[in-house]
């Protein structure tokens, strides 16, 4: 009897027990919902490490990962192109104000149309301006510029322009492979890739952005081979040009003929 009661004691000890403690350590985990994944129930209880970094970053982080505009001078120091633009003395800036100003803008290419005559980099229209060259006062300034900054003669490029395109920007020759060579130095569209990585070219039927490219190779060329073989390489291509040289041919027609025009157009320079 007296363990019967004992064994009766212990149960209502340990139900009291139960009954006491708090109710959220003896309930059970919620159950998932027909209609709620697996997914869902994850994101209850876990929020992604990745998730908590990026939400620490400050809010103009995305502008350290993307690629950045180029910064606009400050007012302080105003662009001195755009300062100049108005003076008497710059007559191809006024004439400069017709020219199209979208692929300077869009390109990032340096295709001013001119230099300001009363700017640091001045230059006398008598320097590069040949009247007997079709071309307007801005483009050859521009071409000039390129020239000077490349270390190539400029009157071998208005030679070369001569020959390849007669001066024409809009002058485009297409090929049966699906090439075509276009502008004035008609660059051929299987260089537009490397151009385009280079300088940032990105139209070829632009006139600043066709001298640019056209001044580039050719510099190249003639630091390498010299005027009359660096002709042979931009006509030819360079595996063209070696296979010429490997063949025993040392010169070509096209560039005789551009070294001939280049006298001519050094001749025009001295008289004028």
Known sequence: MQKLWTICLSLMMGISFVASYPAALVEAPAMKTPDESLEAIKAKAFIDPLDQLVQSFPDDFNTCTQPQETAQPSSSEPDAPASEASSPDSSSQEAASSEPAE????????????????????????????????????????????????????????????????????????????????????????????????????????????????????SGFVHQYGEHDGLMAYNMGVGGYQNAIANGTYTTTYAQNIMATKSEIEGLRQNA
């Not at 290419?109 to 071309?135: R, V």
């Not at 071409?143 to 270390?151: A, D, I, L, V, W």
């Not at 490029?157 to 007669?166: D, G, I, P, Q, R």
């Open 103 to 218: 692929s300077a803008e869009s390109s990032g290419n340096p295709s001013e149309p001119a230099i300001p005559a009363n700017s640091d980099n001045a230059i006398e229209l008598s320097e590069f301006y040949i009247p007997e060259i079709p071309l307007s006062q801005e483009l050859q300034a521009y071409t000039y510029q390129q020239c000077q900054e490349k270390q190539v003669s400029y009157e071998l490029v208005l030679a070369m322009m001569y020959h390849e395109s007669n001066y024409d920007p809009s002058a485009v020759r297409y090929y049966e492979d699906g090439s075509s060579d276009s502008g004035i130095m008609q660059i051929n569209s299987i260089n537009s890739q490397s151009l385009y990585e280079l300088y940032g070219i990105t139209d070829l039927q632009d006139p600043y952005e066709n001298i640019l490219a056209g001044v580039s190779i050719i």
